[in-house]
Every structure is written in structure tokens, then in C-alpha cells.
């Protein structure tokens, strides 16, 4: 059931979201060669319980599986989603992607963003260009009594375009009183299919973009998604709501 938000409720979404977008920077300046993304993990779970908020991934766990352990997911170069901060270096020409949500007064709030480290190819600075700006042409599709699968199209279609792949298994999602609501939003479908969108949804649309083919496998830990061809990924997230003919951004500082 998809549900829609109150003014109150939004508030309270659109106070957890400033504290993502706030964390996800603070993570990002500190993204250099050398630095551990177990180092990163304490730098932003330290920042949002300085908000009086919680880290909405830590513990948290799909049907039986282990939970979470980690503030944010750090995904490195072919690692899609999910991946687990732990003592790994980062080096000159890696990428990261950093996923963040928190939970303040019961309410959700989930954004993601990808980082070069240092001096990185043309070609994978093109993945990760191709992917934020696949979100933003998402983003501008989320208008009251349009179809959700606008959504998808348009991240499909210019990811495509520019020779990149979907990844299918992911989605983005319903988010506010619960981290992953209804509805999904795939990277991928028809024009005008799917659920009308109403003012007061509240969404998380965040593409994953693959530099070679689309398939995705799940690492040892049973969190870390994985390119099946070990090339890069790219993953860019925002929190957006429904309204007034124009879509909100609410995970920006």
C-alpha cells in the first residue's frame, strides 16, 4: 500500500533527510587514497547521533538474513550496493559509494552518492556522470498523476543511451515511516505504466548504473551485491516528495 504523508509526517521525513544529505557530505570530504571505509562508517555514524537521530541501516535485516552491521554502505569500483565498511584501503582511481539513511522520531530518510578517489579514467568518470544525471531526469518525471514508471523510463533510457546497463534486481522505493515502503521503483519500464503518483509520496529513486553488462551477484556476507563481470558501478540516491506539480529533493542540505 502506498502511503501518503501529512504535512506532519513530512516534516519529520524532511528533518531525517537534511541529516543524510549532511552525513553524506561530511563522508565525502573525507574520501581521499588512504583512508578505510571502517573510518568513513565511524566519521558518519559519529555525526548522526551528534543530530540525535540513528543510523537507519545499522541492525537492520531482510527476512532471516544477519543484520546490517554498519552505519553506511561502502560500495568500492565493482561492488554495487550494500557493501560492509570494514579495514579496506582506499586507493588512487577508486570509487565509493557511500549509502546513508537515519531514522529521527520514527521517521526515514535515505540518499546515496558516488566518489571518486583522487584521479580517476574518463570512462568511469563518464559512468558516474551518466548515473547522477540518469536521477535528476528521474526526479523531473515524479509529478502528481503521472505514472511512477515515468520514473523508470527515463532512467532507463539515458542510461542506455550512453552505453551503460540497469541493474534489475535493485529498486528504488517508498520511504517514510518505514526505511523501504511501497511503492518499487525500478530503473526500467514503460512510459505511462505503473501507479499513479500523488501529492504526499514520498520516494527514494536511485539508479544503479553498471559499465558492463546488467548482471549482479551477492557476495560471501550475503549483503555485498557485486557486478557478475567485475566491472564498476555507479549508485546515486535521493529522497524526493510529490507535489504542487514538482518534485521536492529533500536529501540536500
Not at 558518519?44 to 554498519?70: C, H, M, V
Not at 509520496?201 to 551485491?225: F, Q, R, S
Not at 529522497?239 to 542540505?253: H, Q, S
Amino acid at each position: 500500500m502506498i502511503i501518503i504523508k501529512t504535512k506532519k509526517e513530512i516534516d519529520f521525513i524532511r528533518e531525517s533527510c537534511l541529516i543524510v544529505a549532511q552525513t553524506l557530505q561530511l563522508v565525502k570530504e573525507n574520501v581521499r587514497p588512504g583512508v578505510t571505509t571502517k573510518e568513513l562508517d565511524l566519521i558518519a555514524e559519529d555525526f548522526i547521533l551528534t543530530k540525535n537521530a540513528k543510523p537507519a541501516f545499522k541492525g537492520y535485516s531482510q527476512g532471516d538474513g544477519n543484520p546490517f552491521p554498519a552505519t553506511i554502505c561502502s560500495s568500492r569500483n565493482c561492488e554495487v550496493v550494500h557493501g560492509i565498511p570494514a579495514k579496506t584501503v582506499l586507493i588512487e582511481g577508486d570509487i565509493i559509494s557511500i549509502d546513508v539513511g537515519v531514522n529521527k522520531n520514527g521517521y526515514f530518510g535515505d540518499a546515496a552518492l558516488t566518489v571518486a578517489v583522487g584521479n580517476i579514467s574518463s570512462d568511469v568518470q563518464k559512468l558516474m556522470d551518466v548515473t547522477e544525471k540518469s536521477l535528476y531526469l528521474g526526479i523531473a518525471e515524479a509529478i502528481e498523476n503521472k505514472r511512477l514508471h515515468n520514473i523508470s523510463y527515463a532512467v532507463q533510457s539515458y542510461v542506455e543511451e550512453n552505453g551503460f546497463s540497469i541493474v534489475r534486481e535493485l529498486t528504488g522505493h517508498g520511504v517514510g515511516k518505514r526505511l523501504h515502503e511501497d511503492p518499487s521503483i525500478p530503473n526500467y519500464g514503460k512510459r505511462d505504466s505503473g501507479p499513479k503518483m500523488k501529492n504526499g509520496m514520498t520516494l527514494a529513486i536511485e539508479p544503479m548504473v553498471n559499465m558492463g553488462k546488467k548482471e549482479v551477484v551477492v557476495g560471501y556476507d550475503g549483503w555485498t551485491v557485486l557486478t557478475k563481470d567485475g566491472l564498476p558501478s555507479a549508485h546515486f540516491e535521493h529522497t524526493i516528495l510529490v507535489t504542487n506539480g514538482k518534485p521536492e529533493i529533500l536529501t540536500v542540505c
